[in-house]
């Protein structure tokens, strides 16, 4: 048996998912699935990736076709950037009205942006893969 | 500016880390970052990917250094096995006393194994990408 390959999906929640779908396509520039639907809209990350947005009122009601789920509260994700564009990120996102809430610089190496999306959730782009194999140093 | 590349950090929340980190490590096989703290325990899931399990009494507590997150409820995952592992991943489970709680078959192709980690959260387990670029045939 095989161990597990990748994390196909990642969830965060959101009621308004209309506002969530904007800011992930449009400011965040990711592909969407589709238009979102009551339940939930999904993006495109990569060939193995996909983040879907659930409103949990609706994913969290006992009886659907699968397990039901869902949060309420501020989630985080991290989104790997490119080191080179660091800067055309923070500029990118104050254009679009974003308000930066923290830069971080870690002590071995990477830079991350921390931003919050309409529903609250902690947004992170990250320019490097900060996490070794061994006891990371990151505290967060 | 450079599209954002991938997930790197996906999150999900439970008070109690311990046993969050025996059924990631000990049942599910995935590679701990380190020992857990009483903050967060983390795992490698490929070159490009990591899970970071937050508790979220402590990560959701203002004032610490980087911004704060935390959520509570059933939160969601889904994770990529191949395919033909599908019947050995059930095996496995099953020996090691998890409940499953739901197969599934989907419309196009692909088949998921769902089941719950220590803190509620859905856990799946799926042999195929279903997700299309285009609207998604899933409905969950």
Redesign the interface.
Known sequence: ???????????L?ATNLSEMERFYHET????K???H?D??A?F???D?????I?N?EI??TPG???????????????????PE?FE??QS?LRSKGIEI??L?TWETRGRSI?L?DPAG??V???DS?I??????TR??
Chains 1, 2 share one sequence.
């Open positions: 048996m095989q161990p597990i390959q990748s994390i196909l999906e990642t969830i929640y965040l520039g990711l592909s699935l589709g238009d639907t339940l939930s999904g495109r990350i990569s193995t990736q996909v983040l879907l659930f949990p994913s969290a659907r076709p699968v397990p039901s789920h869902g949060s309420t509260g501020e989630g985080h994700i991290a989104f790997r950037i490119q564009d055309a990120w990118h809430e923290q971080q921390y919050r959730n902690s992170e782009l990250i893969d996490w070794p194999d061994n006891r990371p505290k967060d």
